[in-house]
């Protein structure tokens, strides 16, 4: 099934691609003595040769880099699709392997775009550098607009920015980030970001309370980059001649425009609040009370228009291994990773070895594991590839919205996305993140504070493996790593679920994230470590629990 061209087309690609890549079956590993011997044969067959061909594969020029609705992404469908049914597992949706994710692809047409303030019986038009932003279909609204400090609403923590704040049918201006965020005693997760803190939660917020659009500022009093300045260092936002275009869900929760306001639009807009934006951070951040209010005499026009729109479908891929206990098979532990990546541009094809080939050749390689090894675990195992992914987890986000299986019973997510290479200094992470000196033997998991039980379970089993485990990025909130991969959209439904990765390194979202630099020996590790620890989820009695706030 070709999604973006005649399937002739898809099917000779596959067809030459599987020539040149076949995976090996011949060798069966010895399996270490550190194993129980039940899970050893699945433990064995997880090997530094499949792992090569699986991502010369997905890497090879003619996937053209895996661009969601793109010819290549659709051959890489297919393909995922196949090695599930060779695995043997079931088809996850009903008689099929493939969920059907309705997206809609557009790009902002600067030129008819506008954002105006009317104050004082006058107009002042803002500059796209003030003022910034696109959506999915033509938006045309004129309303007051509303200070909501930090945006969020937390009162079972003893914070809440919309406490006796009306913003109904009107534009509400937030900081990015949360209060406190600097001191390791804050309720707010310490130095680390909580579910709160992603704009898109925010405009979430916003939009219950009867918001019409969200405008999103940096923190006036940051120590660290601004969302939109880490964005400009990142590889592919720095080096394209032109951006990937944007892409949403054609249907969302989410139906709310989110605009980026720069510091001086902030000021503008905050002239009559009687306090300045980094007065008002300032007393949020030393009293932990918010500072919301309604900005008199401030109206805004915004108008947003796209070059074009179109619709498109992309594709979930998932398939299940059916637990051993008739009691616990209704229980889910879920294995996943992305499928997509940034597609083909005069630069090159953007192969995307480490962001997620590595993540989705994890997934399969599971599969191969769990299905290959005579017994099988208690509870199900539901493996699967997501879209869209590097277009603002968009297949994650609507499966959270439509699973296949109750997400009150899934125990627990293990999501893999860049487990490939070493961690390297990058322009992305200068100045903000440290990096060890050495990280070929070195996992990162991320989220571990919503469920410490998973945390320990992972430490357990890492005995028979061997890496260092490193969760630095759970003590931090400059990177906005927490929100960044589709464990996050389960993290909002309460599922226990971590992202593991090997972090970031100069090659991120470059065309040079080629299939060569892989530490294969490690990602074996990995792997393996992600085998032993997911079978203790689905066989254990106390499978781990979710922490509400950290």
Known sequence: MCRRAPSFRCDAVLSLLLLSATVGVAQTARPTSAVPARVATGFGIIREQDLRADLAFLTADPLQGRMSLETGDGVAIDWIVSEFKKAGLKPAFGDSYIQPVPIVEYRAD???????????????????????????????????????????????????????LDVKGKIVLVFEHEPQETRPQSVLNGTANTRHATNRVKALTAQAHGAVALLVVPEPNRTHLSNAQRVLRIGGSATRTLPPPPQALQQDELDIP??????????????????????????????????????????????LRSQYAKQGITYNVGGLLEGSSHSLRGETIIISGHHDHDGMTNEGVWHGADDNASGTVGVLTLARAFQANAAKPKRSILFISFAAEE??????????????????????????????????????????????????????????????????????????????LDDRFDHESALNIFFRSDQFPFVLKSVPALWWFTGFHPDYHHVTDTADKINYAKMVKILRLAYLTAWDFGDTATPPRFVINP
């Open 391 to 468: 277009r603002g987890l968009l297949g994650a986000y609507y499966f959270a919205a439509h699973p296949v299986r109750d997400l009150a019973t899934t125990r627990a997510m293990l999501n893999f996305d860049m487990i490939g290479r070493d961690e390297a200094a990058s322009p992305q992470t200068d100045g903000l993140i440290d990096i060890p000196k050495e990280t070929s033997n070195r996992l990162n998991l991320i989220g571990a504070k919503y469920s410490p039980d998973y945390k320990r379970v992972v430490v357990t089993q890492n005995a028979a493996v061997g890496l260092v």
């Open 110 to 164: 600067v030129a008819q775009t506008s954002i105006v303030l009317r104050r004082g019986g006058g107009e002042q038009k803002f500059s796209w550098a003030d003022i910034s932003g696109s959506f999915k279909r033509p938006v045309d609204l004129a309303s007051p607009v509303v200070f909501a400090g930090f945006g969020i609403s937390a009162p079972e923590l003893g914070y809440d920015d919309y406490a006796g």
């Open 258 to 303: 989110i605009l980026l306001v720069s510091d001086s639009g902030a000021r503008e807009l905050m002239k009559t609040a009687g306090v300045t934006p980094s007065r008002a951070q300032e007393m949020i951040d030393r009293e932990f009370k918010p500072q919301s209010r309604p900005l008199p005499d401030t109206y805004l026009s915004i108008h």
